[in-house]
């Protein structure tokens, strides 16, 4: 049975999905600069986007049952999201960059934009997972 658009909600592992776009944008974004910057620049954005998806994906793969468990689980989560901030930073440095030099094409506006979106998008959705784990798990210790 199909729910309408406007009645639908927000899915328990949004997280997960944004994370997976985030990096397939970021491949397809990365793959659009110049050549001569994949290993400047574009090689570590993608490192630092598949670090985000692989650690959201670790957090979810782990069945909570014990304090351990929850400890672990929000371990992946904070690399998660101090990947995310290291991806905010270089993908700024990379704009700087790319802007600053004559010989690139320019980069549309939009393509930065949905790039910044996608991150803080993704931030809002693991500081809000850490916030329900925590309501969640809070009595294991």
Not at 27 to 50: G, Q
Not at 106 to 135: M, R
Request: hydrophobic share 40%.
């Amino acid at each position: 049975m199909s729910v309408l658009k406007s009645q639908r909600g927000e899915s328990a592992v949004q997280f997960l999905d944004t994370a997976r776009e985030l990096e397939i944008y970021t491949i397809k974004t990365c793959a659009k600069f110049p050549k001569r910057y994949m290993f400047l620049i574009t090689k570590d954005i993608v490192a630092l986007a598949s670090a985000v998806y692989n650690n959201t994906k670790a957090a979810n793969s782990i069945y909570v049952t014990t304090a351990d468990d929850a400890r672990l689980r929000r371990e992946y989560i904070t690399k998660a999201n101090c990947n995310l901030q290291c991806l905010l930073s270089q993908i700024d440095i990379a704009h700087e960059f790319v802007k600053s030099t004559d010989a690139n094409k320019p980069i549309k506006s939009t393509v930065w934009e949905q790039w910044a979106t996608l991150i803080t998008t993704e931030a809002k959705l693991l500081a809000s997972l850490k916030e329900s784990d925590k309501k969640r798990y809070g009595n294991l210790s």
